[in-house]
């Protein structure tokens, strides 16, 4: 009588060999069936890759060699002319440019009595947004009580600082957006992004804050400025007029083209003073409109004619 065990014989030594390699056949069997399921899966993700590189490739060829559509209503000098109506800034309208149009340059008053202020800024420019938080608020009083005139051209020298975002773009697109739909909205909406000015060489706003500071400045049919600054819609007409300013010839003015922002004109003179005193500015714009009136005043006075001595 035994006790424990089994009663079954042990197998053989070749019994042993034969079954361990049956089962390394299996596992090998089992693992050529993973081998040839990850291939698959591979080739599979490959394939998705490709197709997926190839639609950006094609959407961004798309983009680029679709043609250039009209520029932003009201902006036919390539800037928004703003002037102050009852204390009220109000945008004068002027129809699209289309892409091959050259920009109408403004016909400014050269009575003397009004300051014709032009400014050529990028929204990414430090300097820009310091001459804008010394200056904007006497600007805003001096455009409301019919003083001076003010025309903005946004432009975008700047779209290479921004860590691959091209927010200096992007930005000046917005402001063209916001001409193009809300144009009584412009003053507010250019002083509200350079209040939230990102700093040179950050990824700056996003399309969406962009959006977001539409709404604060109070912008009408918002619904479409949103849908124009996420369509990048006057990308090519910001480029375009970027280009102009640089290559110039600036209308109206005593420069060739722009050279840096802020570039800002009054009455054809180019500004060269401090960026951060107020009191400096404003005495430039006396002295230009007061020079702009004896100007005139020179040549509406005919020079008197000497009478003959008898």
Known sequence: MSIG???????????????????????????????????????????????AVAALIVGIVIQNTQPAGPGPRNMASDGIVLSGVDGTIT????????????????????SGDVANIVMYVDYLCPF??????????????????????????????????????????????????????SPNSFFDFNQILFANQPEEGSTGL???????????????????VERCIGSKQFKAWVQASTARALGGPIPNSDIPNVQGTPTVLVNGKSYGGS?????????????????SSLDTDAEATPTPTPTPTP
């Open 5 to 51: 065990g089994s009663n079954q014989p042990r197998p053989t030594r070749n019994e042993r060999r034969d079954a361990a390699r049956e089962k390394a056949r299996i596992l090998r069997e089992e693992q050529k069936k993973r081998d040839r399921r990850k291939k698959l899966l591979i080739q599979g993700g490959v394939v998705v890759a490709v197709i």
């Open 91 to 110: 945008a004068a309208e002027t129809k699209a440019l289309q892409p091959d149009d050259d920009p109408i340059p403004t016909v400014q008053d050269d």
């Open 128 to 181: 820009c947004g310091q001459f804008e938080t010394t200056n904007g608020e006497n600007i805003r009083t001096l455009v409301e009580s019919g003083a001076a005139t003010l025309e903005v051209h946004p432009i975008a020298i700047l779209t290479n600082r921004s860590a691959g975002t091209q927010y200096s773009l992007r930005a000046a697109n917005a402001a063209a957006c916001v001409a193009d739909n």
């Open 206 to 224: 996003t399309d969406d804050e962009l959006k977001s500071l539409a709404g604060q400045a109070g912008v009408s049919n918002l619904s479409e």
């Open 275 to 291: 960026l951060e005193d107020p009191e400096e500015f404003q005495a430039f714009v006396t002295q230009a409109a007061s020079e």
